[in-house]
């Protein structure tokens, strides 16, 4: 019986290996989208993602680029969060999740090069703090973009579906132009990426996906950065994204500290090129988990609608679920037990009392 358990997972592995080609030895598939689809049947898929901890300030922040935002199917703008363990509310990544954000990780303690504690035992804590399913729980980022070969075994070992630590600058040995970027890649049979802020060997072999940090170039087709890159960020993500929509479509990603997108101009900026990019024909944005499950199961663009629903997840396991988190009570402290802000005199005339459309502590009790 095991000797078939074996054979059925090398024989996924090999099929698996076969349908994205991109590998050490075959570097010109990398550009390629998978299914065969020539790049004006392909969905434009952008990311957005997020690291570090879920505060009360990262979650107000975010909201504030995101919220009210929608595509085209009135879905709103998902996002993937790289959480790690440091100074995160359960109750807000809860909100997060059931609002349709992936949960990703991003170690206990924030630490580079992590050790598989650091990796596994942040799904942990979050599987057991907010009752997300740990099978939800499958991607991972290396704080500092440090990473080793260590992590990835762990990774693997664990059951993770993908990472996504490695920076990709153009030109490189897998996106060959700014209009001919690599698509994500498999692992297994090897990693055709030069890796400049970890360590990785083309003979390295994962069972897990590898989805690069795609960098920004400015106007002159220089590398600007892959994460937070500085300068006006409506032009830089519009210049990006009409070089992948006259190019091979492969996916955009917007890749953040929320603590470092906290100016108002960035905000505005941010928010302005998102409302661009959902009236463009064909693109979409998603998580990280709805890409991969894409290219696995690739449909043309005009299809591609019935891929991406925004349907309330009901697995979470938990005897309290905070489907709403309020990142500022104002006067007041949200209180995760019973899902709204406890309010300084709540209740008592001169206190604080919840305002009904924000759910913050500015309303005087009468």
């Not at 990835?152 to 060959?176: H, Q, T």
Request: charged letters at 20%; aromatic letters at 8%.
């Amino acid at each position: 019986m095991r000797r078939l358990q074996r054979l059925a997972i090398l024989l996924v592995v090999v099929s698996q290996a076969a349908a994205y080609p991109c590998t050490p030895n075959d570097l010109e598939s990398c550009p390629k989208a998978p299914g065969g689809l020539r790049p004006d049947q392909v969905p434009q898929f952008i990311t957005v993602t997020w690291d570090d901890g879920i505060s009360p300030f990262s979650y107000g922040l975010v909201d504030k680029i995101l919220g009210g935002l929608k595509q085209r199917n009135d879905c709103p703008i998902p996002s993937t969060y790289f959480i790690c363990v440091t100074d995160t509310i359960p109750a807000a990544v809860q909100a997060l999740y059931m609002a349709g954000n992936e949960i990703a990780t991003h170690t206990m303690t924030h630490v580079g090069n992590p050790s598989r504690e650091e990796i596994v035992g942040a799904r942990t804590w979050l599987a057991n703090a907010t009752g997300i399913p740990e099978s939800k729980i499958v991607g991972f980022r290396a704080p500092f973009l440090l990473h080793d070969e260590q992590g990835r075994n762990a990774l693997a070992d664990a059951g993770f579906l993908y990472d996504s630590s490695i920076p990709d600058n153009v030109p490189s040995k897998i996106s060959p132009s700014l209009e001919q970027r690599s698509w994500p890649y498999r692992m297994d049979q090897g990693i055709p990426q030069d890796c400049d802020t970890g360590s990785c060997s083309p003979s390295e072999r994962h069972n897990l996906w590898e989805v690069p940090l795609w960098s920004v170039a400015d106007e002159n087709g220089q590398p600007i950065a892959s994460m937070d890159p500085p300068g006006n960020a409506y032009d830089n993500y519009k210049r990006e994204l009409e070089r992948r929509l006259a190019g091979n479509r492969a996916p955009l990603g917007l890749f953040f500290h929320a603590g470092l997108q906290s100016e108002a101009s960035r905000v505005e900026e941010l928010r302005k090129f998102i409302e661009y990019a959902t009236s463009q024909p064909d693109v979409w944005f998603v998580t990280t988990q709805q890409l991969l499950a894409w290219m696995e199961n690739p449909v043309p663009a005009s299809r591609v609608e019935q891929q991406l629903k925004c349907e309330k997840p009901r697995d979470i396991k938990a005897n309290n679920v905070c489907e709403t988190f309020v990142g500022d009570c104002k006067f007041g402290t949200f209180d995760g037990t019973t899902c709204k802000c406890a309010c300084m005199g709540e209740g008592t005339p001169g206190g604080y009392c919840p305002d009904p459309s924000t759910g913050e502590c500015t309303v005087m009790c009468s």
